[in-house]
């Protein structure tokens, strides 16, 4: 059956970067579009940023420039790269299989904290 498992979340200080990764099984992920979400204490869930089967990248503006979502076809893994990670960069990470509302597949998430 279709599975996403995240991993790569922790602690990290402002400034500092973390690679999420999300490993994909029971369905080929590059030939879908895979999105990551995320989550913050007292916030809506937020779409940070998608990969198409094309390989076109979209990212929220509060994550542009910082980010980067990448895919390893032949690991069937999506990845999120972050970078200058800020304290308003903590929340709960998803991954998703598609990226339609409501018609998405979720993982079970990896936390992320930024903070000194």
């Known amino acids: 059956q279709v599975q996403l498992v995240e991993s790569g979340g922790g602690l990290v200080q402002p400034g500092g970067s973390l690679r999420l990764s999300c490993a994909a099984s029971g369905f080929i992920s590059s030939r879908v579009a895979m999105g990551w979400y995320r989550q913050g204490p007292g916030k809506q869930r937020e779409l940070v940023a998608t990969?198409?089967?094309?390989?076109?990248?979209t990212y929220a503006d509060s994550v542009k420039g910082r980010f980067t979502i990448s895919r390893d076809n032949a690991k069937n893994t999506v990845y999120l790269q972050m970078t200058s990670l800020k304290p308003e960069d903590t929340a709960d990470y998803y991954c998703?299989?598609?990226?339609?509302?409501?018609?998405?597949?979720w993982g079970q998430g990896t936390q992320v904290t930024v903070s000194s």
């Open positions: 998703t299989k598609g990226v339609v509302a409501g018609l998405q597949v």
């Open positions: 990969i198409t089967s094309g390989g076109s990248t």
